[in-house]
Nanobody, 123 residues
Framework: VQLQASGGGLVQAGGSLRLSCVVSGRTTNDAATGWFRQAPGKEREFVAGIRWSGGNTYYADSVKGRFTVSKVSAKNTVYLQMNSLKPEDTAVYFC?????????????????WGQGTQVTVSS
């Protein structure tokens, strides 16, 4: 399984970005993909997640109402639409996949990780 994240960049506060995560090698819908982020000097934290079967979505409180996670199964792609961005959203964003339909907020529950994409929000 391989994950390729893209779509990061530099944006002003209040702006939007859409991240993409292409997942290759997934052989079952009994899986979940999570988006995480890590700012300098901080631990990796859960942002949002989605089940491949059913499409149930989950969010960290800090992004609820601003971020939306979605997927297009035919493209094996998961998206993270980020609106109303704040400087505190600045981080490297990673997508990850785990087998099983539960979306966990703990990073160590995920087996496969993408390489990360930098998101910088200027004030």
């Amino acid at each position: 399984v391989q994950l390729q994240a893209s779509g990061g960049g530099l944006v002003q506060a209040g702006g939007s970005l859409r991240l993409s995560c292409v997942v290759s090698g997934r052989t079952t819908n009994d899986a979940a993909t999570g988006w995480f982020r890590q700012a300098p000097g901080k631990e990796r934290e859960f942002v949002a997640g989605i089940r491949w079967s059913g499409g149930n979505t989950y969010y960290a409180d800090s992004v609820k109402g601003r971020f939306t996670v979605s997927k297009v199964s035919a493209k094996n792609t998961v998206y993270l639409q980020m609106n109303s961005l704040k400087p505190e959203d600045t981080a490297v964003y990673f997508c990850a996949l785990r087998w099983g339909s539960t979306v966990h907020s703990a990073a160590d529950m995920y087996t496969y990780w993408g390489q990360g994409t930098q998101v910088t929000v200027s004030s």
